[in-house]
């Protein structure tokens, strides 16, 4: 008897173990496809779901600044959270990228607004750059500014053809403003003077702050010549103490459509243009680089937004990730030779 409960009981518990064991299995293998649910649910969180700190790496009051409030503006009502910009000038605008680059969190928090100079032209500037374009994820391309070639309003020449050809006679008699020997203006002048073989090596760099500081001293005959963007000479333009002699690229600016660009008199391949957009920190989330494609995307079509791109004398000029961050590359390959060729390299 004894023999037989004992015998009765071990195929109990080994039906109980079984029973278990069909139940473990059962639990331990998901559901099909929840896995990949689960991956994709983490991937593309709500975004944003809080504030975001649009980092601008210049002061108040410029052409970055101003389209980074602009942006800023329109993407706090797109998204309801608010994208608050923060000035963090110096450095050439590597005190502020760094913050944003290397300092913050990449989790799509801190965004920078990003330009031709603090790029591009600092990677070609210098041999070794705080900054890089592999530190960062191109997001999107907001704008773009036309150069242009301003002197004081009663200079002598008539027209860029004659200027240039004094500059090509002339070159240690020509001054001209930069914020330094890597910036906007210093590339826009080493273009130029590749175009005509002038020397650049015996012009005059004046360092100053920026088109507020420089401007002023063309018009007070400090300077022969600032080359800027057209909305930062406009002011003093529009108040008669310089001219524009000319604009870059293959096409008048349609905010000086009477003014003809260097290609028309004779002075081939000016190329620099001036651009802003939007970066992050590398690692930053692949739904975060979308979310701000696709916005920045719908942005530039905004009558509103585009109006006070207008009136700050920027165009919308729209590139998504892929085809800004291969523009910044190529041009970034352009600036080092044009820098190497006229040892402006440090």
């Not at 018009?219 to 108040?239: D, K, R, S, W, Y």
């Amino acid at each position: 008897m004894k023999a037989y409960v004992k015998w009765i009981g071990g195929i109990v518990s080994c039906l109980a173990a079984a029973a278990v064991t069909a139940c473990g299995v059962g639990v331990a293998q998901p559901a099909a496809g929840s896995e990949t649910q689960a991956s994709a649910s983490q991937a593309a969180p709500a975004y944003p779901d809080r504030q975001i700190e649009y980092v601008v790496p210049y002061s108040a009051g410029g052409g970055v600044d101003l389209v980074a409030r602009a942006a800023a503006d329109y993407l706090s009502k797109e998204w309801g959270q608010p994208v608050v910009v923060v000035n963090k000038p110096g450095g050439g605008g590597t005190v502020g990228a760094q913050y944003a680059l290397k300092q913050a969190k990449n989790d799509g928090y801190t965004a920078l607004a990003v330009n031709v100079s603090n790029t591009s032209m600092l990677s070609a500037g210098m041999k070794q750059p705080l900054i890089t374009n592999a530190d960062q994820i191109y997001a999107a391309r907001i704008g773009k500014g036309t150069l242009a070639f301003a002197v004081k309003a009663d200079a002598p020449w008539k027209d860029f053809a004659e200027f240039s050809q004094w500059v090509k006679q002339h070159p240690e008699q020509l001054t001209w403003t930069s914020v330094g020997p890597a910036g906007f203006s210093a590339f826009g002048v080493a273009e130029w003077m590749d175009a005509i073989g002038a020397d650049f090596s015996k012009t005059r760099m004046i360092v100053t702050k920026g088109a507020s500081d420089s401007l002023p001293k063309v018009a007070g005959g400090h300077a022969i010549l600032a080359v800027h963007t057209v909305g930062e000479i406009n002011p003093m333009l529009q108040a008669k103490k310089v001219k524009i002699l000319a604009v870059s690229g293959d096409e008048r600016s349609p905010f000086l459509p009477d003014v003809p660009t260097a290609e028309e008199q004779g002075v081939k391949g000016l190329t620099v243009f001036w651009w802003t957009g939007v970066s992050f920190p590398k690692g930053t989330p692949v739904y975060v680089i979308n979310k701000w494609e696709e916005a920045v995307a719908k942005m530039v079509n905004d009558p509103a937004f585009v109006k006070k791109l207008h009136d700050m004398q920027v165009e919308p000029d729209y590139a998504d990730s892929a085809r800004f961050t291969q523009d910044v590359q190529k041009e970034t390959g352009y600036y080092v030779e044009l820098a190497e060729k006229r040892s402006m390299r440090k």
